[in-house]
């Protein structure tokens, strides 16, 4: 194979911050989401849902229903009788229970707001009705609504098939000796964290649109899915039907973060009613359903303890990771997703000899969760920054110096957790977003105010972020389904235009511009001539969609590779038609073949896809026409791991216990950047969410299961006035175990956020003698410290 | 339908004549009657902003509306933004600026901002007042920074322009 020509770690499109090509049509409504699509004969689709956490289902009568004008059909589980939707992991019985989400609940509900029926009428607001006549009986019982409660001896459970509530209980890592390492410590530190129950909060919610189409022998599913084939497996698979007879295809995404990464059980009803009338059925997710009864996520409990010699270093690790997942396990994860994602990778960017970590996913009667932005990360990362700034009080030691003294400086390493980490820039990036902060004399600034009576605090985080898993890595984690590769191809037409498919899912990420970029690199072709497609099962062979900051890792090397392909067979060809040898060709970056010895000798592709195409008897012998190349690209190893720092100053107001985050520094480090303003702004809109969880958002539930936060007045999303403005620098360490040296940088802000914000408030509130372990920090929380350090000793 | 009315609602400079249901929202009607997706519904109870028109000049939300209070007024969608297809400046200025991401949430953002700067052309528009008018509607992608500025571009081209 000849070297790639334009290799996408630099160029004229990588590294350069191209305008988006998806922006126009976004910015004149000419986007086109699921609630944008309009099919002849439509119907409209709501569910019937519990209001009952627990309970046995005693009767279903929905002959009211049937007699609200608009109302054409109303099915329950019974009626549709499609199987149930089941994620399972390869672990034995005592580690992982296997459990079933039934596509509509059959003789139990297990969390308020689970769907019993699905009503259809001619209009939406008909099919609400319809809802509202609906005649369900339930027999209630006591609902689970806490950890402490289902892991309480004789609690009511959620499964039968999940004793004692639990659904997976692993201990991943127990490093010999490491009691002993404890006893002897000079120091040993202990924090119990909590983060609140968060809904990932797309501004779209979710939806569907099904339709059969008789010529097609298919069922057409149009949906807005992070992962379409997994959506299309468990569609045939719940229907009984041969995956050819189901398509799933994805129009532009109104946000996703993970929510729309798992698969949901209303995609499949609203298949199966569509399938049973013959008609296009129409489902749109209301935003209090959004909020409370479609997958949540993050609520999570740490206990962990750290020992340190007095010297500062870090000498062993010890956590218990229990997470409450809610009623279900979710397709294709698990439930294990979650305490699987945090003890595998939680000593981070540290140094850390001995580790010993367990994990629980528990079952209670909450809506199920799904795997949110960051998946576990901003939970462990604030847990081991909890404890280094514990220790560094303790020890008496500043807490970016317990930091430095601690992180990884040398690459590859080995971590206990049995990871190897690829090279980063951990001790770089903390050490620039520190001097960010002096030179901007925050410090100086903090002491002042200090002076003054006020609350102003200093806080950092440094974690990395393994992305681009493969199959490989994905496998230790033993799933039954194990994501990993991705499938590109790139076809050039006759005008030297081409089209290039991937089997990530662009939802506000700028695949449309960034994988562009790379084959506009790899060919020396204009931007303009790139057109990317995603999102149809019947176009992309298969793919694992995005998730895990996998579409520019995995997505984007199969998309530069195939690219790269391409490239060597247009020189093939116009090696041939130039009358020289291919090794003594290269593309021209002019959208042309050229000669090495002899530049001005070129043939520009138009008229090397005249001849692939229209007149093929001119092609080099043994030479397949079209101009087509695909490639596979899989994960390599344990993954590349970007990183960050983030340093924070909050001031916490006396009067009203609110947090003012007064400047935000984030330092970051994927790799190879490919666009720079599209890195600032996944780094700025994940920083937002995970202020978002520090500060602000929490879904609780009462004793009787009730959720809190069913509209945008309880669930507290931030506006601009909360989310202050954000600088990103950018460090890179290419990663050379992706094609162009990026690493993901999907969900780096969201994971950071927490932890420097959280410390930054323990700063603030040194004086008081507290220190808060929980998220969010609510303004009670904040005022309660104040107001105990103001009682007289 | 349940209660039917026969209405005339001029949107984007057309009359439409159309029977809608009484209880039908001024979105769902400018999306589902008339076929004009680019206003997007994200919660039906007025916070997000997302459904964001111009009602008479002024950013309404066009959930809690029901189109037949609209009628008699004069309404502004996204689609009027570009009318001969080329972007207008504040268009330009959120893709200078990386304003958006997913893009569900900018047609609100954009007739936000189309509204309170048609009101306010020639004033000098500080960085804390377009934030407190960026607060009016919901965005999950961006952070919000890039609206701000993209907006706060747009005003002072504007304000330079006038002057």
């Known amino acids: 194979m000849s070297e790639p020509k334009f290799h996408g770690r630099s160029g004229t499109w990588v590294g350069a911050s191209v305008r988006r090509r998806e922006d126009p049509r976004l910015l004149t409504g000419q986007g086109r989401f699921v609630d944008d699509i309009h099919l002849p004969g439509m119907l409209h689709a709501q569910f019937v849902r519990t209001a009952i956490a627990h309970a046995a289902i005693t009767g279903i009568d929905l002959s009211a229903t049937l007699r609200v004008p608009g109302v054409v059909a109303a099915f329950t589980a019974a009626d549709l009788a499609v199987g149930d939707i089941v994620a399972a992991l390869e672990r034995p019985a005592e580690e992982f229970a296997l459990t079933a989400m039934p596509v509509l609940a059959r003789d139990r509900v297990r969390f308020a707001g689970e769907p019993v029926a699905i009503v259809i009428a001619t209009d939406p607001y008909a099919a609400e009705d319809g809802v509202d006549a609906a005649d369900v009986d339930y027999n209630a019982e006591t609902a689970v609504t806490g950890l402490s409660h289902a892991l309480a001896d004789g609690a009511p459970l959620v499964h039968t098939e999940a004793r004692a509530n639990t659904f997976l209980d692993v201990t991943m890592f127990a490093t010999d000796g490491i009691d002993a390492i404890f006893d002897g410590a000079d120091c040993v530190v202990q924090v119990r964290t909590h983060s609140g129950r968060q809904n990932a909060l797309p501004l779209e919610t979710r939806g569907v649109v099904a339709s059969w189409d008789a010529r097609d022998d298919q069922l057409l599913v149009q949906t807005c899915s992070q992962v379409p084939h997994q959506v299309r497996t468990v569609t045939a698979a719940c229907l009984g039907v041969q995956e050819r007879t189901v398509r799933v295809t994805v129009p532009d995404m109104g946000g996703g973060f993970g929510i729309k990464c798992v698969v949901g059980r209303e995609e499949i009803a609203v298949s199966a009613a569509a399938l049973r009338l013959r008609r296009p059925v129409k489902w749109i997710e209301d935003r209090r359903d959004a909020l409370t009864a479609s997958f949540l996520a993050r609520e999570q409990d740490y206990t962990a303890r750290a020992a340190f010699s007095a010297e500062g270093r870090i000498l062993a690790l010890d956590v218990d990771v229990v997470c409450d997942m809610g009623a279900y396990s979710c397709y294709p994860f698990t439930a294990g997703i979650e305490p699987l994602m945090a003890t595998a990778e939680m000593p981070g960017v540290y140094r850390v000899p001995a580790y010993r970590a367990r994990g629980r996913a528990i079952a209670t009667n909450k809506a199920p969760t799904a795997p949110y932005r960051g998946v576990s990360r901003p939970q462990y990362v604030m847990t081991m920054e909890r404890l280094m700034e514990r220790a560094a009080r303790e020890l008496g030691f500043d807490p970016v110096q317990i930091r430095r003294q601690n992180v990884i400086t040398s690459f590859p390493y080995s971590g206990i957790n049995g990871v190897t980490y690829d090279r980063g820039s951990y001790r770089e990036s903390l050490d620039l977003a520190e001097q960010i902060l002096l030179d901007e004399g925050w410090y100086g600034y903090r002491a002042d105010a200090a002076a003054a009576g006020r609350a102003v605090g200093i806080g950092y985080c440094c974690f990395n972020e393994r992305t681009g898993y493969g199959s490989e890595s994905f496998a230790k984690r033993r799933m039954t389904v194990v994501p990993g590769f991705d499938i590109s191809e790139v076809r050039m037409d006759l005008t030297g235009a081409v089209v290039v498919t991937s089997g990530t899912i662009n939802h506000g990420q700028s695949h449309e511009t960034t994988m562009a970029q790379l084959v506009a690199d790899r060919l020396g072709i204009d931007i303009a001539a790139v057109k990317l497609r995603q999102g149809d099962t019947e176009r992309i062979p298969y793919g694992w969609g995005t998730f895990a900051s996998r579409s520019i890792t995995v997505g984007g090397s199969a998309v530069a590779m195939a690219a790269t392909r391409l490239g060597e067979k247009l020189c093939l060809i116009g090696a041939h038609l130039l009358g020289t040898e291919p090794d003594n060709t290269r593309l021209d970056g002019a959208g042309g073949v050229a000669a090495c010895d002899d530049p001005a000798r070129r043939i520009p592709y138009e008229e090397i896809a005249d001849v692939a195409y229209l007149r093929s008897h001119l092609l080099p012998k043994g030479t397949d026409p079209t101009l087509t190349a695909t490639a596979v690209f899989d994960g390599v190893g344990d993954g590349t791991f970007s990183n960050a720092s983030h340093a924070v100053v909050v001031e916490c107001h006396h009067g009203t216990g609110a947090v003012e985050i007064l400047r935000y520094v984030c330092v970051e480090d994927c790799g190879v950047v490919i666009n720079p303003q599209v890195v600032d702004g996944q780094c700025r809109g994940g920083i937002a969410q995970g202020i978002a969880g520090a500060l602000f958002e929490e879904i609780t539930y009462d004793d009787l299961g009730q959720p809190t936060g069913g509209s945008f007045i309880d669930y507290k999303v931030p506006t601009a006035c909360e989310i202050p403005d954000i600088s990103v620098t950018h460090l890179q360490t290419p990663s050379e175990l992706t094609e162009s040296g990026a690493k993901g940088a999907g969900e780096g802000g969201t994971i950071g956020a927490p932890a420097a914000v959280l410390n930054a408030i323990n700063d603030a509130l040194r004086s008081t003698g507290t220190e808060l372990d929980r998220t969010p920090v609510h303004p009670q929380d904040v005022l309660a410290a104040f107001q105990r350090s103001d009682v007289p000793a | ?163």
């Open chain 2, 1 to 163: 339908m349940i209660d039917p009315h026969l209405i005339t609602l001029t949107v984007n400079g057309t009359e439409h004549e159309l029977v809608v249901d009484a209880r039908w929202t001024l979105a769902d009607v400018l999306r589902h009657e008339l076929h004009l997706t680019g206003t997007h519904v994200g919660c039906e109870h007025g916070v997000c902003g997302t459904c964001t028109v111009l009602v008479d000049g002024a950013p309404a939300r066009s959930c809690l509306m029901f189109a037949v209070q609209a009628e008699g007024s004069d309404i502004r969608t996204v689609e009027s933004l570009a009318p001969a297809g080329e972007l207008s400046d504040l268009q330009r200025a959120f893709t200078d600026h990386h304003g958006l991401q997913c893009g569900f949430c900018t047609p609100g953002f954009l007739m936000l901002a189309e509204g309170y700067l048609g009101a306010r052309t020639g004033l000098d528009l500080d960085r804390d007042e377009i934030r407190e008018l960026v607060s009016s509607n919901l965005c999950r992608c961006t952070g919000y920074q890039t609206i701000i500025d993209a907006i706060a571009a747009t005003a002072r081209a504007r304000t330079e322009a006038a002057s």
